[in-house]
């Protein structure tokens, strides 16, 4: 069975913000399956059980499999380990970009949507994902870097920091990321 792509957008984010519109197009370049869900977001929307609802639709239908390769930027990295741990499900790679884990202090409205997907046992997703990969920066302006490292440290020594690459966003530059292409 070929491998199959899941690109994720974080807090108040959509599947066409940041770099997420140019992998998708490099990955159906190469005619290749790939996914962007439109996940809820503002607050009242963005949590855990509604992204979560979302998810269980794709495994359902058998999009979320041992041949999935996930790339998650923000708020998803977290999601996503809390999602493949609670129902307990394999993928064949995890691209995390900017992740973080039971972090506040962003603004209130970032810290009430992303509340809900913070877990306490985030070790255990490397029990569903034997190849986790890490991206973060040295100058995040709304996630410490010690926040991004620890989250990495704990869940992979493959790590990338990118020097001054902000959030890894947009507003950083990265409307395109090449860097993740050696992924696929």
Same mark, same amino acid.
């Given at each position: 069975?070929?491998?199959?792509?899941?690109?994720?957008?974080?807090?108040?984010?959509?599947?066409?913000?940041?770099?997420?519109?140019?992998?998708?197009?490099?990955?159906?370049?190469?005619?290749?399956?790939?996914?962007?869900?439109?996940?809820?977001?503002?607050?009242?929307?963005?949590?855990?059980?509604?992204?979560?609802?979302?998810?269980?639709?794709?495994?359902?239908?058998?999009?979320?499999?041992?041949?999935?390769?996930?790339?998650?930027?923000?708020?998803?990295?977290?999601?996503?380990?809390?999602?493949?741990?609670?129902?307990?499900?394999?993928?064949?790679?995890?691209?995390?970009?900017?992740?973080?884990?039971?972090?506040?202090?962003?603004? +209130?409205? *970032?810290?009430?949507?992303?509340?809900?997907? &913070?877990? %306490? /046992?985030?070790?255990? !997703? +490397?029990? *569903?994902?034997?190849?986790?990969?890490?991206? &973060?920066? %040295? /100058?995040?302006?709304? !996630? +410490?870097?010690?926040?991004?490292?620890?989250?990495?440290?704990?869940?992979?020594?493959?790590?990338? !920091?990118?020097?001054?690459?902000?959030?890894?966003?947009?507003?950083?530059?990265?409307?395109?990321?090449?860097?993740?292409?050696?992924?696929?």
């Amino acid at each position: 069975m070929k491998n199959n792509y899941l690109l994720v957008h974080g807090s108040f984010g959509s599947p066409f913000s940041n770099w997420l519109p140019y992998l998708r197009k490099e990955i159906e370049n190469k005619d290749l399956e790939v996914y962007t869900p439109d996940l809820p977001t503002g607050v009242n929307y963005q949590n855990y059980a509604n992204w979560s609802k979302v998810f269980k639709t794709y495994v359902e239908a058998n999009i979320i499999n041992e041949n999935t390769i996930i790339f998650a930027h923000s708020i998803a990295p977290i999601f996503i380990c809390k999602f493949l741990v609670e129902n307990k499900i394999k993928v064949k790679r995890l691209i995390f970009v900017c992740g973080f884990n039971n972090y506040f202090g962003i603004d +209130k409205d *970032y810290d009430a949507v992303n509340e809900s997907m &913070y877990f %306490d /046992n985030l070790i255990d !997703v +490397k029990k *569903y994902c034997d190849d986790i990969v890490c991206f &973060y920066t %040295d /100058n995040d302006p709304y !996630v +410490k870097y010690d926040v991004e490292k620890e989250f990495a440290d704990t869940i992979t020594e493959n790590q990338i !920091v990118i020097s001054g690459g902000g959030h890894l966003n947009s507003e950083s530059g990265y409307t395109e990321f090449y860097e993740l292409l050696k992924y696929l």
